[in-house]
Nanobody, 115 residues
Framework: VELVESGGGLVQPGGSLTLSCAVS????????MGWYRQGPGKQRELVADIRSFGRTRYADAVKGRFTVSRNNAENVMYLQMNNLKPEDTAVYYC??????????WGQGARVTVSS
């Protein structure tokens, strides 16, 4: 399984970006997929994930601003980010988790929110 993120970049505060995670290899609609981020000097943290039956979970810091979705037919996951803030600046990673001991990560996409 290989995960490739795209869509990062520089955006002004209040702006929007959409990240994509393209998945190659065998993955199931029941596989939990998520977005994590690691800001400067911070630990990696969960941003949002999407589970079987489309159940989603969000970090409190992004609720109401970010939306995670996936297209199982095309093996793509998205993260729509609106009203971006400087504190959203981070490297964003795509994750596919088959079990607690079997997961895959993308290489990361850098998002910088700055005026």
């Amino acid at each position: 399984v290989e995960l490739v993120e795209s869509g990062g970049g520089l955006v002004q505060p209040g702006g929007s970006l959409t990240l994509s995670c393209a998945v190659s290899g065998r993955i199931y609609s029941s596989t939990t997929m998520g977005w994590y981020r690691q800001g400067p000097g911070k630990q990696r943290e969960l941003v949002a994930d999407i589970r079987s039956f489309g159940r989603t979970r969000y970090a409190d810091a992004v609720k109401g601003r970010f939306t995670v979705s996936r297209n199982n037919a095309e093996n793509v996951m998205y993260l729509q980010m609106n009203n971006l803030k400087p504190e959203d600046t981070a490297v964003y990673y795509c994750n596919a988790r088959f079990s607690d001991t079997n997961e895959y990560w993308g290489q990361g996409a850098r998002v910088t929110v700055s005026s």
